[in-house]
């Protein structure tokens, strides 16, 4: 008699929010997840972007650490942001 081993799978995102007033709706979603997340961007491009993004989560008392990726997320650059991650407490990642 075969045996057959019970599989759970989890699809992210559980949640999606989209539309007008979709991230002051996540705003306070997020500090639920976490305290400290990784505001992450890639280049100058997402820079003011990002200033406000980093705005808007320190107004909901969150510690953030801001970061870039230098490349186009390689290996390289996954190791140094796991680094930082790691060495300033991330427990979220908020990508831009």
């Known amino acids: 008699m075969a045996v057959s081993a019970l599989q759970h799978h989890a699809i992210a995102p559980a949640n999606v929010l989209r539309g007008q007033g979709a991230w002051a709706e996540a705003l ?3 500090a639920g997840l976490c305290q400290t997340p990784l505001l992450l961007g890639r280049s100058g491009a997402t820079r003011e972007l990002r200033l ?3 705005a808007d989560l320190k107004m909901q008392g969150l510690r953030v650490v ?5 490349f186009d997320c390689c290996e390289e650059d996954l190791k140094r942001l796991a680094q930082l991650s790691q060495s300033q407490g991330c427990d979220g990642v908020v990508a831009c």
């Not at 801001?66 to 230098?70: D, G, H, I, Q, V």
């Open 28 to 30: 306070p979603l997020i």
């Open 52 to 54: 406000g993004l980093e």
């Open 66 to 70: 801001s970061a870039e990726l230098e």
